[in-house]
């Protein structure tokens, strides 16, 4: 695409790698990485403030004002820049995802792009054997080097988004919202809403009668959600460390320290004899 354009990416570390590429081609070109995650939370309507009061009931978490402050202004940003606009999107992470759809849901038929790295892969050598691996990006551009969207040629597939799809996929997004569930997931048929219960049985899985510390049963969870060819978790640590601690206070696994730490420590509950 000719000219400077506004490139809009679903999380802030995409963006910079976006940035870091845009800056090795020589192009002019400008990113708003998103700072706010719209896979986890109430999103009808997005109001900050009600998104900030949900994480910070169920993720038990501090220090969002900051992270909706910046969300404000990237919405701006995008809402009001007259440069073209093209956005990037991995339907295989769901932070992407809803990102994306709701910015096409704001847009509302008003003219972009897209880039859509979906099915992109990066083909790694193992150090040791030297073979080749290749390798679905599940995380987006979160893992794309800027050597990597350089050399892959990604500035250059930019596809105008049609109004059949766009009308598509705020049909989408449309249904997510008047859902308005706590998560939202990707698979093979797409994105769907999940209830907040929905990561514990993977969880719960890796819980043995040994103590174990909260960062190993979280670790091992995030690795098996990611075992699927599709990524569902942004704010991993806030998510899981969260879950062990309501597992906890509804009785089904005891906890050692603070469990919301990589240290804590939980197993599961003993029944005295």
């Not at 800056?23 to 999103?43: F, H, N, Q, T, Y």
């Not at 193992?126 to 979160?142: E, Y």
């Not at 209830?195 to 690795?223: C, E, I, N, R």
Request: hydrophobic share 40%.
């Amino acid at each position: 695409m000719a000219g400077e354009v506004l490139h809009i990416v679903f999380s802030e570390a995409g963006a910079e790698n976006v940035r870091n590429a845009l800056e090795k081609a020589s192009r002019r070109d400008e990113v708003a990485g998103m700072p706010d995650c719209l896979s986890l939370g109430p999103i009808n309507p997005p109001d900050l403030q009600t998104r900030q009061a949900w994480l910070e009931q169920e993720l038990t978490g501090n220090g969002y004002e900051d992270v909706y402050a910046r969300t404000e202004l990237f919405w701006n940003k995008v809402l009001t820049d007259k440069k073209p606009k093209v956005l990037w999107v991995s339907r295989r992470c769901a932070a992407d995802y809803a990102g994306f759809l709701e910015a096409v849901w704001r847009l509302d038929g008003a003219p972009c792009s897209v880039i859509d790295v979906t099915d992109a892969a990066i083909v790694l050598n193992d150090p040791k054997t030297g073979a080749t691996k290749r390798w679905l990006s599940l995380l987006g551009l979160v893992v794309m080097t800027e050597d990597y969207i350089v050399k892959s040629g990604l500035f250059d597939q930019a596809q105008p988004l049609t109004e059949e799809r766009a009308k598509e996929y705020r049909g989408i997004w449309k249904r997510l919202r008047e859902e308005n569930a706590p998560f939202r997931i990707v698979n093979e048929k797409g994105i769907a809403s999940a209830p907040v219960t929905h990561f514990d049985k993977s969880l719960l899985s890796f819980v043995t009668t040994a103590w174990q510390t909260s960062g190993q049963v979280a670790g091992a969870a995030l690795t098996s959600v990611m075992n699927d060819d599709y990524f569902q978790l942004d704010m991993q640590g806030a998510i899981l460390f969260a879950r062990l601690q309501k597992l906890s206070a509804n009785g089904l696994i005891e906890t050692r320290g603070d469990v919301l730490q990589v240290n804590g420590e939980v197993r599961l509950r003993q029944v005295k004899k």
